[in-house]
Structure formats: C-alpha cells, structure tokens
Nanobody, 125 residues
Framework: QVQVAESGGGLVQAGDSLRLSCAASSGRTFRNYAMGWFRQAAGKEREFVATISWSGGSTYYADSVKGRFTISRDNAKNTLYLQMNSLKPEDTAVYYC?????????????????WGQGTQVTVSS
C-alpha cells in the first residue's frame, strides 16, 4: 500500500511555469508503482494528464499537455513531479497524483489504486 500527497499548486498567470510534487509514503516499494497525474476542472470529469513507468523510462501524455508538461520521478526520494510550462487558463483544475501497482504506465483512471487529495492550480489570463 502507498499513500501519496500532492503539493506545489497555486495561482499563476498564463505563460508561467509551475512544478507539482507528489510525495509517496511507501518507502522502498515506491519503485513498484507506475504513477500518473490527472486533473479535474470545476464541473468536469477527472481526466488523464501524464503517466510514467516505475523505472521512469517510459512516459505518456495527453495531447492537450504534450510539449508543455513533463512528468518525472525520483525513486530515491519517493517523489513524483509534474513540470508545467506555458500554462494556459484551460489548465486550471485540481491536479491529482495516483499510483498504479505494477511496472507499466496507464492513462486509464480505473487502473490506479491509490490517489492523493489533490492540489489546486489556477491560471489567470
């Protein structure tokens, strides 16, 4: 089992950058999980943003963030990151970190076993 907690959200202007972090409490087993970032805007369903394999060697992005966002992980620090550049107002949402048991990444919400409480990102125009 793993517990995850997001941090780093905030209010920024369009074009700014922000880095989200997700700290995992599983200790040595963090590397046993593929990880993902999802987001949910007000009044909308939760959607996939980015995912990474347990080694960090494979990543996959939603088309809406490809080229602007970068997912990465530091297994020695039990931490997942999401570097967000060139932010747009439509990126405004609560961002969630999630852990999926096993090595392979996934863009499907239902594949994830553990979720954080989320961190708010607001991008003003």
């Amino acid at each position: 089992q793993v517990q995850v907690a997001e941090s780093g959200g905030g209010l920024v202007q369009a074009g700014d950058s922000l880095r989200l972090s997700c700290a995992a409490s599983s200790g040595r087993t963090f590397r046993n999980y593929a990880m993902g970032w999802f987001r949910q805007a007000a009044g909308k369903e939760r959607e996939f943003v980015a995912t990474i394999s347990w080694s960090g060697g494979s990543t996959y992005y939603a088309d809406s963030v490809k080229g602007r966002f970068t997912i990465s992980r530091d297994n020695a620090k039990n931490t997942l990151y999401l570097q967000m550049n060139s932010l747009k107002p439509e990126d405004t949402a609560v961002y969630y970190c999630a852990a999926k048991t096993g090595p392979f990444y996934s863009w499907r919400l239902n594949d994830y076993d553990y979720w954080g409480q989320g961190t708010q990102v607001t991008v003003s125009s």
